[in-house]
């Protein structure tokens, strides 16, 4: 089970864009990537088509899950949660610095 989601506040820890904190955009499991706003930009050539006039874009790139740490959104301390399972049977995400559990507002 993955421990970073879709609109969970990440931070990164290595590469050209350390320390960096962004929101998760898309989850890539099968690739073992996420993709972060505002974070890894890349410049991809594009040729004129009728609706655009083409020219140097700049976008973000997939990165790889190892290299962001998920963000408490109550301590605002980056950490890595340790799942827990309800008494309904529903497991969560709780953070190891404040003990507060971690919910998706998707």
């Known amino acids: 089970m993955l421990n970073i989601k879709k609109k969970d506040k990440v931070v990164v820890l290595s590469g050209k864009d350390k ?3 962004g929101e998760v955009l898309d989850v890539f499991p099968d690739k073992g990537k996420v993709l ?3 974070i890894n930009f890349i410049k991809r050539h594009t040729k004129p088509t009728q ?3 083409g020219g140097i874009r700049e976008k973000e790139a997939p990165i ?3 290299k962001v740490m998920l963000v408490c959104p109550k301590c605002a301390q980056a ?3 340790k799942f ?3 008494s309904d049977g529903k497991k969560v995400r ?3 610095k404040c003990g507060e559990m971690i919910v998706n507002d998707k």
């Open 64 to 66: 790889s899950i190892s």
């Open 51 to 53: 609706r655009d006039t």
């Open 19 to 21: 320390g960096k904190k």
């Open 84 to 86: 827990d399972s309800l």
């Open 79 to 81: 950490s890595r949660p």
């Open 94 to 96: 709780i953070c190891r």
């Open 36 to 38: 972060v706003a505002k």
